[in-house]
C-alpha cells in the first residue's frame, strides 16, 4: 500500500510538478497564518503539571488574595562623576523617588500593590519626608530591629521596592513597569534595575526568540555547507533544504492550531528539525542521481528513488515518532510540548519531502538546466 501511494506521488511529481509546487505553497501560507498565533510560555507555573497540588494551592492563593506575580524594583547605587551625587542609599533624594514610583505605580491597572519600606520612617517623621540625611540615619538607628529588617542592605547601597501583580502576562507587566519608570526623577549615583519573576519572564521570552532566530539560522548555514560540499552544486544543494523548511513553518502552523507554546524546550526546535529532516532529502537525491547514472530517464529514476528511498524514509519517520510520541506523557508540560512538536515536525519533513523533493527535481531537469544550457550556447 505505501509504494503504490508513493508510486502515485512520484507520477503526479513528475506530470505536474508545478501543480505540486503551488499546492504546498498554499499550504505553507495558512500554516504561516496559523504560526502567528503560537504564544510564548515563559510563567514558571505555567510549565509544571496544573493538576498538582502545589499549583492548585498557588492558583488558589492567588485568586483568593491576589499577587502571585511580584516585581520588585531594585534603587541601588552607581559609579557617578557628579560632585553631588547620592553615595548613600538612605539620601532625601532617594525618599523622593521611592515616593514618585509609588503613586505612579498605584496608579496602574497591572500592580495590585506596592510596599514601600520607606514608608516607615516617614511615618516616624510625622508623615514627612527628612529633609537631611543625618534625621534619616536618627530615626533608622532608633528603629526596633523587626522594623529595620529588610529596609536597607547591609552597606546602605540599595533599596527595594515589591510590586504585586495578578497578571500573568510577563511581557505586559514589564512593559507597564518599564513605561512607569520612564521620566523617574532619578538623581545622580542611583539608578533603577526592575528584576523578580515576572522580569526573567520577560527577559525569558526574548531570549526563546533569539535563541530560535540564532539557532536555525546557524544550523541552516551549516547543513547547506555540508550539502554544498556534498553535491558540489549549488541548486542541488538546495534543494533537499527547501522541504525541511517547509515543515518548519507547517510545524510552526501546528503549534498555533494546537495551541502548543513556545517555551524553553520547543524553541529549538527549528535546529532540531533542520539536523532530523535533511537526511531525507540526501537519500532521495542521491538515489534519483544515482538512478540517473544508470541510464534511467527522469520518469523511471524519480520512481524508483521516491519508491526506494520513501518505503525507508516512511520507517524511519514512523520510528522516530513513536519515540517522541513517549515524550508526550511525561509529566513535566515542556518535555510533552517538546514530544509533541518533533513529532509532528519529523512527519512534516518526510510528507515534504516526498511530495515537494521530486517536483522540484523534475522542475530543475526538465525546465532549469535546459534553459541554462541554451543560455550559455547562446552566449558562445
Not at 496544573?50 to 488574595?65: A, C, T
Not at 509609588?102 to 529633609?131: L, Q, W
Not at 547601597?157 to 502576562?169: A, E, P, V
Not at 517536483?359 to 550556447?377: F, G, N, Q
Request: with cysteine; aromatic share 8%; net charge negative.
Amino acid at each position: 500500500m505505501i509504494k503504490k501511494m508513493l508510486k502515485k506521488t512520484a507520477k503526479f511529481s513528475e506530470k505536474k510538478p508545478y501543480l505540486t509546487v503551488l499546492i504546498i505553497i498554499v499550504l505553507t501560507i495558512f500554516a504561516g497564518i496559523s504560526a502567528t498565533n503560537v504564544k510564548s510560555q515563559t510563567a514558571f507555573d505555567k510549565m509544571l503539571p496544573q493538576d498538582d497540588p502545589v499549583i492548585i494551592s498557588f492558583n488558589e492563593v492567588k485568586d483568593e488574595f491576589g499577587g502571585g506575580n511580584v516585581v520588585i524594583v531594585a534603587i541601588k547605587l552607581k559609579d557617578s562623576d557628579n560632585s553631588n551625587k547620592v553615595d548613600d542609599i538612605r539620601d532625601p533624594r532617594v525618599f523622593e523617588l521611592v515616593k514618585y514610583l509609588k503613586d505612579t505605580f498605584e496608579d496602574s491597572d497591572y500592580i495590585t500593590r506596592v510596599s514601600t519600606p520607606t514608608d516607615t520612617i516617614v511615618n516616624e517623621n510625622n508623615g514627612i519626608i527628612p529633609n537631611d540625611i543625618e534625621t534619616v540615619k536618627e530615626i533608622y538607628k532608633n528603629l526596633p530591629d523587626d522594623k529595620k529588617r529588610g529596609m536597607y542592605n547591609n552597606d546602605f547601597s540599595m533599596i527595594t521596592i515589591n510590586l504585586d501583580s495578578d497578571s500573568g502576562d510577563s511581557k505586559a507587566i514589564m512593559k507597564e513597569v518599564y513605561d512607569r519608570l520612564e521620566g523617574a526623577p532619578v538623581p545622580d549615583g542611583v539608578e533603577i534595575v526592575p528584576t523578580g519573576s515576572p522580569a526573567m519572564g520577560d527577559l525569558m521570552g526574548d531570549l526563546m526568540g533569539k535563541s530560535q532566530a540564532y539557532t536555525t539560522g546557524l544550523g541552516l548555514i551549516g547543513v547547506l555547507i555540508v550539502l554544498f560540499l556534498y553535491f558540489k552544486k549549488p541548486l542541488s544543494a538546495t534543494m533537499p533544504l527547501i522541504p525541511i523548511l517547509i515543515s518548519v513553518v507547517w510545524t510552526g502552523g501546528a503549534m498555533g492550531l494546537f495551541g502548543i507554546p513556545l517555551d524553553m524546550a520547543t524553541a529549538g526546535m527549528g535546529s532540531l528539525l533542520l539536523g532530523m529532516g535533511i537526511d531525507y532529502g540526501i537519500h532521495l537525491m542521491h538515489r534519483y542521481n544515482e538512478e540517473r547514472k544508470y541510464g534511467k530517464n527522469i520518469g523511471d529514476a524519480l520512481e524508483i528513488a521516491v519508491v526506494s528511498t520513501g518505503s525507508a524514509v516512511f520507517a524511519t519517520t514512523a520510528t522516530t515518532i513513536a519515540g517522541f510520541t513517549a515524550l508526550t506523557f511525561a509529566p513535566l508540560p515542556m518535555m510533552a510540548n517538546l514530544g509533541k512538536v518533533c513529532g509532528l515536525g519529523i512527519f512534516f519533513c518526510m510528507v515534504a519531502v516526498m511530495t515537494l523533493l521530486p517536483a522540484l527535481i523534475v522542475i530543475e531537469e526538465k525546465y532549469i538546466l535546459p534553459a541554462i544550457r541554451k543560455m550559455a550556447s547562446t552566449e558562445n
